[in-house]
């Protein structure tokens, strides 16, 4: 234990030292100050060195805080004189550190009060940097060491440690921006109180607007929304209630293709069912052309509003309703609908009175869910919604449009919070924790009903023609990248692959010279990045839930889960609002980007970690604790390695999503960090069809390979163990 | 290789364990000797696991004090306590080697590759597994699983070694053999073993003390001899001897016996220090000191009582009989029957008097 205090107090006086203080201008792996005599420089110099070079004298403390465990080094580890030096030293590190740094700001104080108190200063500091960074993760690991010390969790530095890791990281990078949109809110524009004003634009005709039903003009965003998301959801409920019935209930021949077409969303990129809408409905589609040529209908813009956003959305969400309706369909203990059977039920009755009661929580659970995706939605309203404005669009323009208003978003960004949340609580208090329950296998032999003709038929008459629909939305995204100019000229080309990823031969070797390059390698070397660390901080966040015992479970879970339900407008809006400015300055860097997608991500990979987790017995953890590991060796040496498939499915999806994710990355992307969805949304909005649609199907086809490839690791696994058998 | 030197004794002093509301264990107070092997037995939820788990460390106790040796270990971690445990499940690592199981621990506390190993092979050798350690776990047969458990634990020459209904996993046969080899090794190491087990047969077999535990609570605590022939309660009576329970009539007692009236009978019992001697006492009958005959019978001892057989099962080696009779229904084990006599049957049942026992 004395170790692990020492080393982080060497990790944080190096940082008070001898690491810049302040973030640099060109991000955390600039090493210019290492070079240039510019130690000294007010930019680049460590903490210790601003105290003398620029006046800073408030980051005396820190040090003398970081110091302070050396005073109880010598006391024995139970005492309270240890462990209550490493707790305050801690506690008041950390709350003096972001207390300086939210103080004082670019232009001198940030607060009056505290000007009228110690007098105008004329010194302004920046984002904190690597060196604080350092010094802040001291003073957070001597505060968990102390309680380690103490006795909390039995004694465990590691466990500890990880908890209290978590518990900063989604206070930093969940909570205090969420809050921080919140209580933009609340001021205008001078930045005074205005609560009034607040509930005016809160409730104001152009959010809450009923007019077109009354048939007098529009609606409002929120009416727009709501409508919107309950018509998708409720669709795309039913129809993946049909695909499930389909793949499990009967023996239909194309099943397995079926279940691998509910892949496919995952590996899309949201607004490209958009796209694939208008090359065949569009004004100059397939579909459109030919009708107008063949019967003489006009073309027309109805695909651009309501019905095509919502056309869009029940064609990406059926698979997602599907994954969890299959789940349902196929955890009904089968003895139940014999039971039925046995008692001189029809299958008609059995399948109304007994399979589709029992089917009800995976009805809401996917009701649920889908209505999250469609208000969190914002590729295909973007593509599709013309005049139909929707909540998420609406918080897009107001923060990037003429007048940048700020607040406006952040009022808009509070009605969607309050509808993603009502509906995730909603979730969770209908469903409790049964989503995590599998199957024993106890008890439950015997087959399932076969179901009756006018579903199975309904089911069919549904499935069928989606299905086909899907291949040829797929086809034309393949396709479409090779013609062109959709709709006028279908002539083969390979024009808009050579403009976007031509590689040319310059003076000094090969020129990646394609207009996509930089968002490409930007948005593959981003992924990279931040799927393991996705993976990691959700496998971990899964130990503690599963493994440990402490207060304050269900809250810490619950704060894990929550960004789920925030929508990645509102985590866009909200990142970039909370890190513009000091302490935390990240907008337009990479970090930023990594960060949203770790965040984003999290509960996913929460999911995954604890339902593989939870089939391994725990009395092998118990063994290796009993055997003299400790936690942390248990975690790396026994869990990790049979988790193994877990881990691997897990940074599968970090590294899709972040390539498919566009709501909240169109807010955080810079010049110097440009993403390919944000790119090929930009060439959209244009009209600029064929590069967009060459470029996203390359993207389908690197996350397929991605996943086949990663299929393909963990199946040798499998068989490697049943040799082993 | 000596293990022997390190067994230490583990003390509970009015130790208790609540789960939020729910008590566990409450208020237990008991010592193991070292190098003794003393069984935690009772039904499920009894808290015997947990008494298990807090010696371990798996579980920390909500009040009181654990002692393992002369070291109070109340608030130390698992790693600090120097104890070792084989697991119901045996908790193999399944992607690890017999030879990597068993030398974890040893790497754990720091030991060479090449002298870990040898020393997890000698473990091997103790528990004869010579040879199989380039073997995964799954190629193992359950017995052979539960040996790799036992030696992984071994190596570590723990202070105690702590046993977690190692036999439930096996099949019945098998469960004999294993349980004689626990017993041998242990007395032949001189190791402090705790073993937690729901079978009191086997409990019997391998233990020098048996802590009953029934409720969250010590019940009975004492050799297999003094629970089987002075249970102390009617629980202990009916979970540690099958006995029937019933009530006799206090008629008078000496400093030796106690007599007591079974419906027509009179019977003198072992006094052993009861109070409160007057009234309606609980007498517990043993099953196979209850002889059904249908002949008045001439047996030597005991005395009889007319009865009706109410349930008759044949089992090959001995026949297994319910009685209604004036006490109420009885339990009786005949180990000599050649034949079962069908139910419906008016009998005469004889009671021997070393098979009844007063409880208390």
Redesign the interface.
């Known amino acids: 234990m004395r170790k692990v205090v020492l080393s982080w107090l060497i990790v944080g006086i190096f940082g008070f030292i001898a690491l810049p203080w302040y973030v640099l201008e060109d991000g955390l792996w600039n090493f210019e100050w290492l070079f240039e005599e510019s130690l000294l420089d007010t930019d680049y110099a460590s903490a210790l060195v601003q105290n003398f070079v620029s006046e800073k004298n408030w980051l005396w403390p820190i040090g003398l805080l970081l110091l302070a465990p050396l005073f109880a080094f010598k006391q024995p580890l139970n005492s309270p004189a240890f462990y209550n030096t490493l707790i305050y030293s801690g506690a008041a590190g950390l709350l003096f550190v972001f207390g300086q740094g939210f103080s004082v700001g670019i232009s001198g104080w940030e607060w009056q009060f505290l000007e009228n108190w110690f007098g105008p200063i004329d010194v302004s500091q920046y984002g904190l940097g690597s060196g604080a960074l350092l010094v802040l993760s001291c003073f957070l690991f001597q505060f968990t060491t102390g309680l380690a010390a103490k006795?909390v969790m039995?004694?465990?530095i590691f466990v500890v440690g990880a908890i209290g890791f978590v518990i900063a990281s989604v206070v930093v990078f969940v909570f205090y921006p969420v809050l921080g949109i919140l209580i933009s809110a609340f001021v205008d524009e001078n930045g005074a109180l205005a609560i009034s004003s607040f509930f005016n634009r809160l409730f104001a005709e152009d959010i809450w607007g009923v007019g077109c039903i009354a048939g007098a003009g529009a609606c409002g965003v929120a009416i727009n929304s709501l409508v919107l998301s309950v018509s998708a959801a409720t669709l795309s409920t039913l129809f993946g209630l049909a695909f499930a019935l389909v793949a499990a209930r009967t023996h239909f021949i194309a099943k397995k293709p079926i279940r691998a077409l509910s892949m496919l969303p995952i590996i899309t990129p949201p607004f490209v069912i958009g796209l694939a809408l208008i090359l065949l409905f569009g004004r100059a589609g397939v579909v459109t052309q030919f009708l107008d040529s063949t019967f003489g209908i006009e073309p027309s813009r109805w695909l651009y509003g309501l019905p095509g956003v919502l056309f869009a959305q029940v064609l990406a969400f059926t698979p997602i309703t599907f994954m969890v309706m299959i789940g349902v369909v196929d955890g009904i203990s089968p003895s139940m609908e014999e039971a039925s059977q046995t008692l001189r039920a029809s299958r008609w009755r059995t399948f109304v009175t007994v399979t589709l009661p029992l089917m009800r929580p995976g009805l809401a659970a996917a009701f649920l869910l889908a209505f999250i995706e469609s208000m969190a939605d914002f590729g295909n309203p973007l593509v599709l919604g013309g005049n139909f404005e929707v909540i998420s669009t609406k918080i897009f323009f107001a923060i990037v449009g003429a007048q940048s208003d700020q607040s406006a978003a952040a009022i808009l960004a509070i009605v969607l919070l309050m509808f993603t949340l009502s509906a995730f609580f909603l979730q969770r208090k209908w469903l409790g924790n049964k989503s995590y329950t599998t199957v024993t296998g106890k008890g439950d032999s015997g087959n399932h009903s076969m179901l009756p003709n006018r579903v199975k038929y309904t089911a069919l008459s549904i499935v069928l023609p989606w299905t086909a629909f899907t291949i040829v939305i797929y086809t034309m995204v393949m396709f479409g990248g090779f013609v062109e100019t959709w709709g006028l000229d279908h002539s083969f080309t390979l024009k808009h692959y050579i403009e976007a990823f031509s590689i040319t031969q310059g003076d000094h070797g090969l020129v990646f010279s394609g207009a996509a390059w930089n968002s490409f390698s930007t948005t593959i070397s981003i992924a990279m990045i931040s799927a393991p660390l996705t993976a990691a901080i959700g496998l971990l966040v899964a130990y503690l839930l599963v493994r440990q015992n402490f207060v304050g479970k269900q809250s810490f879970e619950f704060g894990t889960m929550l960004s789920f339900a925030i929508p990645g407008t509102v985590i866009g809006v909200s990142y970039v609002l909370a890190f513009n400015v000091p302490p935390l300055e990240l907008t337009g860097t990479g970090v930023v980007l990594v960060l949203c997608f770790i965040f984003r991500n999290m509960p996913v990979g929460v999911r995954g970690g604890i339902a593989a987790m939870s089939q391994l017995?725990k009395?092998?953890d118990?063994?290796?604790?009993?055997?003299?590991?400790?936690s942390f060796?248990t975690l790396r040496?026994?869990i990790l390695?049979?988790l193994k498939p877990a881990i691997f499915s897990s940074i599968t999806y970090g590294f899709v999503r972040a390539i498919t994710s566009i709501s909240a990355v169109i807010f955080l992307v810079s010049a110097d960090y440009d993403m390919a969805t944000s790119y090929i949304i930009g060439r959209v909005e244009h009209g600029d069809y064929g590069i967009a649609i060459a470029y996203s199907s390359v993207l389908i086809v690197i996350m397929l390979i991605m996943i086949l490839l990663m299929q393909v690791l963990i199946g040798t696994r499998k068989l490697h163990r049943q040799e082993?058998? | 290789m000596s293990i022997k030197s390190t067994a230490a004794s583990v003390e509970f002093r009015n130790v208790g364990k609540s789960y939020g509301q729910v008590k566990a264990i409450k208020d237990v107070s008991f010592t193991v000797e070292a190098g003794t092997l003393v069984t935690l037995l009772g039904p499920s939820g009894c808290g015997k696991t947990t008494t298990l788990r807090m010696i371990a460390g798996l579980e920390q106790a909500s009040s009181g004090q654990i002692f393992i040796g002369d070291q109070d270990v109340t608030n130390a971690s698992v790693m600090m306590r120097d104890v070792s445990m084989v697991f119901q499940s045996y908790a193999l690592f399944p992607h690890m080697s017999v030879l990597e199981n068993v030398a974890y621990g040893l790497r754990e506390q720091g030991l060479k590759k090449d002298q870990a190993y040898s020393q997890a092979e000698e473990g091997m050798a103790m528990v004869g597994l010579t040879g199989f350690g380039d073997r995964m776990p799954n190629q193992l047969s359950g017995g052979q699983q539960q040996r790799v458990a036992v030696a992984r634990a071994l190596v570590l020459k723990p202070k105690v070694l702590l046993f977690d209904e190692p036999l439930s996993n096996l099949d019945a046969k098998l469960r004999r053999k294993v349980r004689e080899e626990i017993r041998e090794l242990q007395q032949s190491l001189g190791l402090t073993s705790v073993y937690v087990t729901h079978d009191q047969e086997e409990a019997m077999a391998v233990s020098d003390k048996i802590i009953v535990m029934n409720e969250s609570v010590i019940s009975q605590h004492g050799t297999p001899h003094q629970l089987y022939e002075q249970p102390q309660n009617t629980f202990i009576a009916d979970f540690i001897g099958d006995a029937t329970l019933v009530k006799g009539t206090y008629i008078s007692h000496d400093e030796k016996q106690v007599k007591v009236q079974l419906d027509n009978i009179e019977v003198d019992l072992a006094h052993r220090n009861i109070s409160n001697l007057q009234g309606s006492l609980d007498i517990a009958i043993r099953p196979n000191s209850i002889y059904v005959t249908i002949e008045p019978s001439t047996h030597s001892s005991g005395q009889t009582i007319k009865g009706t057989v109410t349930k008759s099962v044949y089992l090959g080696g001995h026949v297994e009989y319910e009685l209604e009779t004036a006490l109420g229904s009885l339990f009786a084990v005949d180990h000599q029957a050649q034949q079962a006599i069908a139910s419906g049957s008016s009998v005469y049942v004889n009671i021997a008097s070393q098979g009844i026992a007063l409880v208390g």
Do not use: I
Not at chain 1, 622 to 630: F, I, K, P
């Open positions: 006795g039995k004694g465990d017995d009395s092998l118990e063994a290796s604790l009993m055997l003299g590991a400790n060796t040496r026994v390695p049979l082993q058998e």
